[in-house]
């Protein structure tokens, strides 16, 4: 059947709307940004432990934290993005990247700095690690909601 | 992307419900489509039923609690036929404002009343199935109305 109807661009800037309302339900609670900080903080304070503390617990702790923080802010959001890697989703990409690489030139900095017995310089600098992460994050987190408006390159 | 029309997801309910799932997340809960799509629970059911028998919608149901909880995500063959179909829209709309534009340069308004009414044609294209013809006439004066496909009313 082929009737007359007006409104078929009406109906792509109503989806328009409707991918914009989707996109704003994409916000972190404050116990997820509250979690995300205790995880980067645990992951920045690995190298002030002296030899006779094992790391793995603490690894497997952190891994535990952010795998319980992604749990609940899917059943928060209601909302699901596929597992991110380096290259998806394209949105957020270089966020995901500096993440990566902050963190380990922040790790190996403060190696550096103990070993020198710089350790109030290694505190600083893992601190303000922690707070570069959490700015990535949000950026990411902007680039993904700019994805949901976007309809992730469909129409 | 082939821009093809469905007539399965041209209904606007349907079109609302498979935009949202194509907006880039991997799975979206069920009050989080609704509340985006701003419609009632009941046509929600009914919609993602119908999508889900044409193998468009994947669901997953699941409970938190004693809460039930369901999950919608498109398929891959139905990512394809909406990716069709929000292409096709979008050179639709594109062919509307072009023909706003070339009326407005041509000096007439959208909506003369001295202008006789141009009519959109539907036809097929060798291949590829139904297809739209905007026909623009006095002047490159605006066509005033959109077909659709199928006008069948889900709510």
């Known amino acids: 059947m082929m009737h007359d109807v007006p409104g078929d661009p009406a109906a792509l800037e109503q989806l328009r709307v409707q991918r914009s309302r989707l996109a704003d339900r994409m ?25 006779g503390v094992r790391i793995w617990p603490i690894l497997i ?6 795998c319980l923080l992604q749990w609940g802010l899917v059943r ?23 993440m990566i690489v ?29 707070v570069a992460e959490m700015a990535c994050q949000q950026v990411q987190l902007r680039g993904i909601r700019q994805g949901l408006r976007g309809g992730g390159g469909a129409a | ?47 993602s039923r119908v999508l889900e028998d044409a193998g468009y919608v994947e669901v997953r149901k699941g409970a938190v609690g004693r809460r039930p909880r369901t999950w919608f995500r498109l398929t891959a063959g139905g990512r394809q036929a909406v990716q069709g179909h929000l292409a096709w829209l979008a050179q639709l709309e594109e062919t509307v404002s072009a023909g706003t534009r070339d009326a407005r340069q041509a000096g007439h308004l959208p909506g003369d009343r001295d202008q006789p009414a141009s009519e959109p044609e539907f036809g097929e294209l060798p291949g590829k199935g139904p297809a739209l013809v905007v ?21």
Do not use: N
């Not at chain 1, 928060?76 to 990247?97: D, Q, V």
């Not at chain 1, 902050?102 to 900095?109: D, R, S, T, V």
């Not at chain 2, 026909?135 to 709510?155: C, F, K, L, N, Y």
């Open chain 1, 102 to 130: 902050g963190a380990l030139a922040a790790l190996e900095a403060e190696f550096l700095l103990i070993r020198h017995g710089l350790t109030v310089t290694a505190i600083v600098v893992a601190t303000l690690a922690v």
């Open chain 1, 27 to 51: 916000r972190w609670p404050w116990w997820y940004q509250s979690g995300l900080a205790i995880f980067w903080a645990l992951a920045f304070a690995c190298p002030f432990l002296t030899h």
């Open chain 2, 1 to 47: 992307v082939t821009a093809t029309p469905d007539p399965l997801i041209h209904p606007i309910t349907r079109l609302s419900i498979c935009g949202l799932l194509a907006a880039g997340a991997d799975w979206v809960e069920f009050a989080a489509l609704r509340d985006a799509a701003g419609i009632s629970d009941s046509v929600l059911s009914k919609q």
């Open chain 1, 61 to 66: 702790g952190a891994v535990a934290v952010a």
């Open chain 1, 76 to 98: 928060a959001t209601g909302i699901k993005m596929a597992t991110p890697t380096l290259l998806y989703p394209a949105s957020g990409r270089p966020a995901r990247i500096a």
């Open chain 2, 135 to 155: 026909t623009s006439s006095g002047g490159g004066r605006a066509p005033r109305q959109i077909h659709h496909v199928d006008t069948e009313r889900v709510d």
